[in-house]
């Protein structure tokens, strides 16, 4: 009996890292474009990005000095990084049949600009950025996110998100609304309009 259970193990071990592999493998998207250099790390291996190039689970991209790096998901989501940015790609699940769709991502550092696509529409989905500073809730939406003046800025363009960290949480949900963590661990200040000078400067830093 104790053969046979050791055996059943075995194999639920196996199936389950070979699960595990199979989602490492899964493409989720692609380089839709990309500026001077960027590149992305698999399996402790680092490769230069090009236009086209297919993106997996658990893929850290980074963008060098000057540069610019759009990534496109399968239902449609974009996600532009400025320059000297770092993101990992955690988890992504989509069927428009299917409920609990997914997507995270991680950002090490650097500016961002985020455009939800089909999954932002779905009823129930769970879409988050995470930063050093704060975690972003996106409830199907366009904002900016980086450092500006700050550790970091959030400048929402269109539907909502919520920016929590640990001393609290703020929610955007009006256009041309931002907020600000001024130092680690702060609480986001109050919904504020930006100026066209501030959201200029923003813009800038993912423009192609």
Known sequence: MNVIYRVLMVLA??????EALAQAG??????SRVKHDATVVRGGVASPLQTNM????????????????????????????GEQASITLDSFVFSPQETENKLAVSVAQGVFFFVSGE?????DRNMTVTTQ????????????GGPLDNPLDVLLLDGAVEVRSPGGAVILDKPGKGTTIKAPGSQPTAPTNWPQSKRQRAFATVAF
């Open 13 to 18: 071990v196996l199936m389950l890292s070979s």
């Open 26 to 31: 899964t493409t989720i998207g692609h380089v």
């Open 54 to 81: 297919a993106l997996h689970l658990d893929d850290t991209v980074t963008t060098g000095r000057e540069a610019r790096l759009e990534v496109t998901f399968v239902d449609g989501t974009t996600l532009t990084l």
């Open 119 to 123: 999954m932002g529409k779905q009823p």
């Open 133 to 144: 500073f704060a975690t972003i809730g996106i409830r199907g939406t366009t904002f900016w």
